[in-house]
């Protein structure tokens, strides 16, 4: 079991950057993977990017260029760089891990895009 919990959510204009944190209660190095997901009013939850353990990560296609997932192992955070914000990534961030076949998840953080 890990407990994960998000912050960092804000009201942010087009074009502008936030950066969300994710915590665990455990080291990240002990996780197999660690990622972010978002959804958006009447959508389904949808992967935005993972993090392995051994620092691999994988981007969705529109958030390639723009967000950037990175992980202290030394302040079990998890974080995502977001720059370059569109009203489309108005969504409810969530983190995610996978340690021993177990996922858990946090409760997620509004990032709501907008002028």
């Known amino acids: 079991q890990v407990q994960l919990v998000e912050s960092g959510g804000d009201l942010v204009q087009p074009g502008g950057s936030l950066r969300l944190s994710c915590a665990a209660s455990?080291?990240?190095?002990?996780?197999?993977?660690m990622g972010w997901y978002r959804q958006a009013p009447g959508k389904e939850r949808e992967l935005v990017a993972i993090?392995?353990?051994?620092?691999?990560?994988k981007y969705a296609d529109f958030v390639k260029g723009r967000f950037t997932i990175s992980g202290d192992n030394a302040k079990n955070l998890l974080y995502l760089q977001m720059n370059s914000l569109k009203p489309e990534d108005t969504a409810v961030y969530y983190c995610?891990?996978?340690?021993?076949?177990?996922?858990?998840w946090g409760q997620g953080t509004q990032v709501t895009v907008s002028s």
């Open positions: 995610n891990s996978v340690r021993m076949g177990v996922v858990n």
């Open positions: 455990r080291s990240i190095f002990s996780i197999n993977a």
């Open positions: 993090l392995t353990n051994s620092g691999i990560t």
